[in-house]
C-alpha cells in the first residue's frame, strides 16, 4: 500500500519553476482598431493565416503593436510563415519597445531560453518586469519562477510566492498551480494544505490539468481534503483527458489503490 501512494505522488511531480512563451495569446481588437488589425483577426482565427500574416504586417507597419506582437507569435508556430524565432524576438521587440506588454514578455522567455537571441537571464528578468509593472499577468508568472528558480536574480522564495499570487489572483491560473504546490511543500509561506487544496481547485476549474492533477493527488492521499478515491479518480481522468500525460499515470495507480481497498 505505502509503495502504490509513494508511485502515485511520484508520478505528478512538478519543479515550482517554470516559464510560459504566449504562443496562442492573439490578442484581440479593441474599440478603434484599426481595419487591417481587425481583418488579420478575423483571418486568424479561420485558420487563413496567409491573410491573416499580411494583414497583421500591414498594421505593424502602420505602427499597431498588437499587430506587430501578433505577428512574432506566428513566427513563433510558423502560421503562415516558416518559423523563426530571430524575426520573432524583432517583432516581439518592436512590440514591447511600442509598449506591448505580452510583447515583452514573450521577449523575455527567449531571452531566457536563447531562442532567436543569445541567452541572457538578466535581460529576461528586466523584460519580465516591464511586462509584470506593465499589467501582464503572464510577465509576473514568469518573474515568479525566475526567483523562484534563483535565474537571473538571487533565489527568493517570498518574492516568489507574491507574483505567483499577483497571477493568480489576475486569471493566470498556472499561477494558482504553483502556488498550491508551494503551500503543500511550505516553500516560501507556511505549509497549509488545505490552501493547497483550494488553490488547486482553482486552477482545475480554470482548466488548468496539472492543478487537476495534484488535486487528484491530494484527494488520493487525503491532504488538505477529505481522503476520497472516486474524486480523485474524477480529477486524474479529467486531467489525463486534457493531456496531462502524468495524470493518466496517476489514474491507473488511484484504480489499483480502489482494488486494495
Given at each position: 500500500?505505502?509503495k ?6 511520484c508520478?505528478?511531480?512538478l ?11 492573439i ?8 481595419k ?15 491573410k491573416?500574416?499580411?494583414?497583421f ?9 498588437r499587430?506587430c506582437?501578433n ?8 502560421n ?19 509598449e ?15 531562442e532567436?537571441?543569445?541567452k ?7 523584460l ?24 537571473g ?5 517570498d ?6 499570487k ?70 486524474f481522468?479529467?486531467a ?22
Amino acid at each position: 500500500m505505502k509503495k502504490v501512494v509513494v508511485l502515485l505522488v511520484c508520478a505528478v511531480v512538478l519543479l515550482v519553476g517554470y516559464i510560459v512563451l504566449d504562443r496562442s495569446g492573439i490578442e484581440l481588437p479593441s474599440f478603434g482598431a484599426n481595419k487591417a488589425y481587425k481583418q488579420g483577426i478575423a483571418f486568424y482565427n479561420n485558420k487563413e493565416y496567409d491573410k491573416a500574416f499580411e494583414s497583421f504586417k500591414k498594421a505593424c507597419d502602420s505602427g499597431d503593436m498588437r499587430a506587430c506582437y501578433n505577428l512574432g507569435v506566428m513566427y513563433t508556430n510558423g502560421n503562415g510563415v516558416e518559423k523563426d524565432f530571430s524575426k520573432a524576438a524583432e517583432l516581439s521587440k518592436k512590440a514591447c519597445d511600442g509598449e506591448n506588454m505580452r510583447g515583452c514578455s514573450n521577449l523575455g522567455v527567449m531571452y531566457a531560453k536563447g531562442e532567436g537571441v543569445e541567452k541572457d537571464l538578466d535581460k529576461a528578468v528586466q523584460l519580465y518586469k516591464k511586462a509584470c509593472d506593465g499589467g501582464d499577468i503572464l510577465g509576473c508568472f514568469n518573474l515568479g519562477s525566475m526567483y523562484a528558480d534563483g535565474d537571473g536574480v538571487e533565489k527568493d522564495l517570498d518574492k516568489a510566492v507574491q507574483l505567483y499570487k499577483k497571477a493568480c489572483d489576475g486569471g493566470e491560473v498556472r499561477g494558482c498551480t504553483i502556488l498550491g504546490i508551494m503551500y503543500a511543500k511550505g516553500e516560501g509561506v507556511e505549509e497549509d494544505l488545505g490552501k493547497a487544496a483550494e488553490l488547486l481547485k482553482k486552477a482545475c476549474d480554470g482548466g488548468e490539468m496539472l492543478g487537476c492533477s495534484k488535486l487528484g493527488v491530494m484527494y488520493a492521499k487525503g491532504d488538505g481534503v477529505e481522503k476520497d478515491l472516486d474524486k480523485a479518480v474524477q480529477l486524474f481522468k479529467k486531467a489525463c483527458d486534457g493531456g496531462e500525460m502524468l495524470a493518466c499515470s496517476g489514474l491507473d495507480i488511484v484504480h489499483m489503490l480502489k482494488e486494495i481497498e
